[in-house]
């Protein structure tokens, strides 16, 4: 079982739309969780993140994160064609020994 | 302030080469973390160094090797290249000090093709 499991997609949503992206993971020592964005050619970079549980907002951007269901999610509202691109989740333990990538949710905003 | 910097963006070698690819981190951020992303494992976590030092390792082969300057420019060696090498390698520099990668900022990437 990986560490860290993101559905891959595609996901295809028209402009406007609510999208829910989201993650899981099986060790339960994970403190800190990010969203990175990724455009095509590029690296990462960086949206959010969260330490243990609860909510982050940023923008048009939510962060969610409920340990207890070791599931993690990302809310984008008002979704925009520049939105499109693939999205990752990470995580990692308070000492930053062990850092883990999900696979990425590859996103297109129809315009 | 500039970003991270890695260079070069494209590379071709055949197997048994090695290669060095170099990453400039942000200024005033001391650590360099080093990551290997391919489309069927992802984004997987090489190694990180601060301060010159490594600091955490992931699960590479020792084929694998880097360090780290006193300017806190990284450079990653890949030694006797294999196919499965070919690659997006990318470096994240974190302005935070500790070892939570929470605060991360990637490159653009070292695009590595080995044939």
């Known amino acids: 079982q990986k560490e860290v499991e993101q559905d891959p997609g595609p996901l295809s949503v028209p402009e406007g739309a609510i999208v829910s992206l989201n993650c899981t993971y099986s060790?339960?020592?994970?403190?800190?969780f990010m969203w990175y964005r990724q455009y095509s050619r590029k690296g990462p970079e960086l949206l959010m993140y969260?330490?243990?549980?609860g909510n982050k907002e940023d923008g048009r951007f939510t962060a969610q994160v409920d340990k207890s269901s070791k599931y993690i999610s990302l809310f984008i509202r008002d979704s925009q064609p520049s939105d499109s691109a693939t999205y990752l989740c990470?995580?990692?333990?308070?000492?930053?020994?062990?850092?883990?990538f999900g696979t990425g949710t590859s996103l297109t905003v129809i315009p | 302030k500039a970003g991270v910097t890695q260079t070069p963006r494209y590379l071709i070698k055949t197997r048994g080469q090695q290669v060095t690819l170099s990453c400039s981190p942000i200024?005033?951020?001391?650590?360099v973390s080093w990551y290997q992303q391919t489309p069927g494992q992802g984004l997987q976590f090489l190694f990180e160094?601060?301060?010159?030092?490594?600091?955490n390792k992931g699960n590479f082969p020792g084929r694998f090797s880097g360090r780290q300057f006193s300017n806190s420019r990284s450079e990653m060696n890949v030694s006797t290249l294999e196919l499965g090498d070919s690659a997006l390698y990318l470096c994240?520099?974190?302005?935070?000090?500790?070892?939570?990668?929470?605060?991360?900022?990637f490159g653009p990437g070292t695009r590595l093709l080995v044939l």
């Open positions: 990470a995580m990692t333990t308070t000492g930053g020994n062990q850092f883990y």
């Open positions: 060790n339960s020592a994970f403190q800190y």
């Open positions: 969260t330490y243990s549980s």
């Open positions: 200024s005033g951020h001391r650590s």
């Open positions: 160094y601060f301060s010159e030092t490594q600091r």
């Open positions: 994240a520099s974190d302005p935070s000090g500790t070892s939570g990668k929470e605060t991360q900022y």
